[in-house]
């Protein structure tokens, strides 16, 4: 079992930058493909980027491609995200997650776990 917890989030102005962390318990945390995933108001909870095991394949949705970074530290058990050149629509609250599965990590139904998340919060 894998517990998420995210830390980071907060209030910047666009362009500005932040690092989410995600710090994951458990002893198998570098078997796990984790993804970031966020949910602004009113809308749906949708992909964001994910690392496979070994951090040397990574994946972005085309609108944080080239703003946003995803790695991992397999020797602290954390996942980050950075984020560069914020936007205010990228305000939301953003969601670390773990799952098995090397292939479908795009789809949420595919996670086992997830945090309890982070709010991300952007002004123009």
């Known amino acids: 079992q894998v517990q998420l917890v995210e830390s980071g989030g907060g209030l910047v102005q666009a362009g500005d930058s932040l690092r989410l962390s995600c710090a994951a318990s458990g002893r198998t945390f570098s078997s796990y493909t984790m993804g970031w995933f966020r949910q602004a108001p009113g809308k749906e909870r949708e992909f964001v980027a994910a690392?496979?095991?070994?951090?040397?394949?990574?994946d972005y949705a085309d609108s944080v491609k080239g703003r946003f970074t995803i790695s991992r530290d397999n020797a602290k058990n954390t996942v980050y995200l950075q984020m560069n050149s914020l936007k205010p629509e990228d305000t939301a609250v953003y969601y670390c997650?773990?799952?098995?599965?090397?292939?479908?990590?795009?789809?949420?139904?595919?996670?086992?776990?997830w945090g309890q998340g982070t709010q991300v919060t952007v002004s123009s």
């Open positions: 997650a773990a799952t098995r599965n090397s292939y479908y990590y795009r789809m949420q139904s595919q996670y086992g776990y």
């Open positions: 690392i496979s095991w070994s951090g040397g394949s990574t």
